[in-house]
C-alpha cells in the first residue's frame, strides 16, 4: 500500500481531545501533517515530525477536517417539487402530504433515471466534502418500488434505511392499519436485505406513535437497526419512542418538551438537526443551545431531499446551524462529522485519528471557522475519501 503525507496544515481537525491541545472536542493539532496508507490514518501530528511517504500534499497552511459525514438523505427519487416551494415561499404552509407528488415521480421513473438521479447527489455533495452519506427509500411506498430503491442505494453506500413508513401509500389512504401490515409484513421482508436501518415518520399526517412502535418493532426483529423522523413539524411521541427502543437517531427535533430532553440527556440517542429543513419550510429553529447545554449528542445533516429541504452541502448546514440554531462553530463542525459518525454508530469515519478511514476535506482557509464565516463560498478544495484523492 503506498502511503500520503499531507503537511504544513494550518489546523487539522482531528476530533480527538487526546490529539490535540486544550480541552476542545475538535482535538485540534497547529501545524499538523496526517499520514494515510491504504484506506487508513496511520499518523497524526507536527508537521516537523511527519514521517516519511510515497507522496506528500503541502496544505500551504490551509485547514484539513475529516470529511462530513451525512446522516440522513433521501437521493431515490424523481422530480422536483418547485412548484410546492413557490408556493410555501408565497405563504402555503409545509405539511407531509406533499411527499405523494415525489412518490408519482418516483414511481414512473426507470432504473437507470433512479440512479442517475443519486449518483448526481452523491457526487455533489462530495465535491462538497462529504465522504459519508446515509439514504432512505420512502418515495416508492410500494414493495417493489421501495426494494428498488434500496437496491440502487447499497450500490453506492453501506448506510440504507429502509423507510416503507415515510407516509400511508395513496392507495391505502382509507386504511392506514393495512399500510402498516404491508410495510411490517411483505414489503419488510423484500427490503431487509437491502438496508441496515428502518425508519418511520412520526407525525400527523404519517404515522401516529402506536404505528411507528410496530414499523419500528418488526423491523428490529429483521435485524434493522432503528432511527426514527420525530417532532418536526409538532410535539409528538417520536422522540421518546426513540429512546424506548434504543434508535440510534431521532431525526428533527424541533419541538421538545422538557421530557423530551431529558430523556435524550440519558440515552445513547443521538438528536440529529437538519436546518435545512426549517430553512426551506420557515419553520421554528431547533434549539441546538438547549440540547447541547443537557448533555445530548447532536449530529447536523442536511436532510437532502426535493420537497423540505432541497440541499446537499452540509457547510450550508453549519452556517445555519450557527446563526439560527444557537451552535458554536466547533460544535456545528464536530456535529456535522463525529456527530453524524455517533448518529450511524460508527468509530471509523468522522475522526482523524489512526485506525479510522483516510476521509478528508481540506478547505481554501486557515481555520474550520471560515465554513461559518463566510456562508456560500466553496471553500473545499481537496477531498480524501478511504485514502483516495477525489477532489
Same mark, same amino acid.
Given at each position: 500500500m503506498?502511503?500520503?503525507?499531507?503537511?504544513?496544515?494550518?489546523?487539522?481537525?482531528?476530533?480527538?481531545?487526546?490529539?490535540?491541545?486544550?480541552?476542545?472536542?475538535?482535538?485540534?493539532?497547529?501545524?499538523?501533517?496526517?499520514?494515510?496508507?491504504?484506506?487508513?490514518?496511520?499518523?497524526?501530528?507536527?508537521?516537523?515530525?511527519?514521517?516519511?511517504?510515497?507522496?506528500?500534499?503541502?496544505a500551504?497552511?490551509?485547514?484539513?477536517?475529516?470529511?462530513?459525514?451525512?446522516?440522513?438523505?433521501?437521493?431515490?427519487?424523481?422530480?422536483d417539487?418547485t412548484?410546492e416551494?413557490?408556493?410555501?415561499?408565497?405563504?402555503?404552509?409545509?405539511?407531509?402530504?406533499?411527499?405523494?407528488?415525489t412518490? /408519482?415521480?418516483?414511481?414512473? &421513473?426507470?432504473? !437507470?433515471?433512479?440512479?442517475?438521479? *443519486? +449518483?448526481?447527489?452523491l457526487?455533489? $455533495? @462530495?465535491?462538497?466534502?462529504?465522504?459519508t452519506?446515509?439514504?432512505?427509500?420512502?418515495?416508492?411506498?410500494?414493495?417493489?418500488?421501495?426494494?428498488?430503491?434500496?437496491r440502487?442505494?447499497?450500490?453506492?453506500?453501506?448506510?440504507?434505511?429502509?423507510?416503507?413508513?415515510?407516509?400511508?401509500?395513496p392507495?391505502?389512504?382509507?386504511?392506514?392499519?393495512?399500510?402498516?401490515d404491508?410495510?411490517?409484513?411483505?414489503?419488510?421482508?423484500?427490503?431487509?436485505?437491502?438496508?441496515?436501518?428502518?425508519?418511520?415518520?412520526?407525525?400527523?399526517?404519517?404515522?401516529?406513535g402506536?404505528?411507528?412502535?410496530?414499523?419500528?418493532?418488526a423491523?428490529?426483529?429483521?435485524?434493522?437497526?432503528?432511527?426514527?423522523?420525530?417532532?418536526?413539524l409538532s410535539?409528538?411521541p417520536?422522540?421518546?419512542? /426513540?429512546?424506548?427502543l434504543? &434508535?440510534?437517531s !431521532?431525526?428533527?427535533?424541533?419541538? *421538545? +418538551?422538557?421530557?423530551?430532553?431529558? $430523556? @435524550?440527556?440519558?440515552s445513547?440517542?443521538?438528536a440529529t438537526?437538519l436546518?435545512?429543513?426549517e430553512?426551506?419550510?420557515?419553520?421554528?429553529?431547533?434549539?441546538?443551545?438547549?440540547?447541547?447545554?443537557?448533555?445530548?449528542?447532536?449530529?447536523?445533516?442536511?436532510?437532502?431531499?426535493p420537497?423540505?429541504?432541497?440541499?446537499?452541502?452540509?457547510?450550508?448546514?453549519?452556517?445555519?446551524a450557527?446563526?439560527?440554531?444557537?451552535?458554536?462553530?466547533?460544535?456545528?463542525?464536530?456535529?456535522?462529522?463525529?456527530?453524524?459518525?455517533?448518529?450511524?454508530?460508527?468509530?471509523?469515519?468522522?475522526?482523524?485519528?489512526?485506525?479510522?478511514?483516510?476521509?478528508?476535506?481540506?478547505?481554501?482557509?486557515?481555520?474550520?471557522?471560515?465554513?461559518a464565516?463566510?456562508?456560500?463560498?466553496?471553500?473545499v478544495?481537496?477531498?480524501?475519501?478511504?485514502?483516495?484523492?477525489?477532489?
Open positions: 503506498s502511503s500520503t503525507a499531507i503537511v504544513n496544515i494550518a489546523t487539522l481537525v482531528t476530533n480527538d481531545p487526546s490529539l490535540g491541545r486544550g480541552f476542545s472536542p475538535l482535538g485540534p493539532v497547529r501545524d499538523a501533517a496526517v499520514v494515510m496508507e491504504g484506506d487508513r490514518i496511520v499518523w497524526t501530528g507536527e508537521s516537523s515530525k511527519a514521517p516519511a511517504t510515497d507522496n506528500r500534499v503541502d500551504e497552511g490551509r485547514a484539513v477536517i475529516p470529511g462530513f459525514v451525512d446522516s440522513h438523505s433521501h437521493l431515490v427519487f424523481a422530480g417539487r412548484d416551494f413557490n408556493a410555501r415561499m408565497s405563504g402555503h404552509p409545509y405539511s407531509a402530504g406533499g411527499i405523494r407528488t412518490v /408519482a415521480a418516483t414511481r414512473a &421513473a426507470s432504473d !437507470a433515471e433512479l440512479e442517475a438521479n *443519486l +449518483t448526481r447527489f457526487t455533489e $455533495a @462530495l465535491r462538497q466534502g462529504t465522504t452519506v446515509e439514504t432512505k427509500s420512502g418515495y416508492g411506498l410500494t414493495t417493489e418500488d421501495e426494494a428498488r430503491a434500496l440502487l442505494a447499497a450500490r453506492h453506500t453501506d448506510e440504507v434505511t429502509y423507510l416503507g413508513a415515510h407516509i400511508p401509500a392507495e391505502y389512504a382509507d386504511d392506514p392499519a393495512g399500510y402498516v404491508l410495510v411490517t409484513g411483505r414489503m419488510l421482508d423484500a427490503c431487509a436485505p437491502h438496508a441496515r436501518w428502518i425508519d418511520v415518520f412520526c407525525e400527523r399526517g404519517a404515522f401516529d402506536d404505528q411507528a412502535r410496530a414499523v419500528l418493532t423491523g428490529r426483529a429483521k435485524g434493522l437497526h432503528a432511527r426514527i423522523h420525530a417532532n418536526q410535539h409528538g417520536g422522540v421518546r419512542l /426513540a429512546v424506548e434504543d &434508535a440510534a !431521532a431525526d428533527h427535533c424541533t419541538h *421538545l +418538551t422538557d421530557a423530551d430532553v431529558d $430523556a @435524550l440527556a440519558h445513547r440517542t443521538v438537526l436546518p435545512g429543513a430553512f426551506s419550510t420557515r419553520a421554528a429553529w431547533p434549539d441546538a443551545r438547549r440540547l447541547l447545554d443537557a448533555g445530548v449528542t447532536v449530529a447536523l445533516s442536511t436532510d437532502c431531499n420537497g423540505s429541504s432541497f440541499t446537499s452541502s452540509v457547510p450550508f448546514c453549519i452556517a445555519l450557527v446563526r439560527d440554531m444557537g451552535m458554536t462553530p466547533d460544535e456545528a463542525l464536530w456535529s456535522a462529522t463525529a456527530g453524524g459518525a455517533a448518529a450511524l454508530r460508527r468509530t471509523d469515519i468522522g475522526r482523524v485519528t489512526p485506525g479510522a478511514f483516510a476521509d478528508l476535506a481540506l478547505l481554501d482557509a486557515p481555520s474550520h471557522v471560515h465554513l464565516y463566510r456562508p456560500g463560498v466553496p471553500l478544495t481537496g477531498v480524501w475519501r478511504r485514502g483516495v484523492r477525489v477532489l
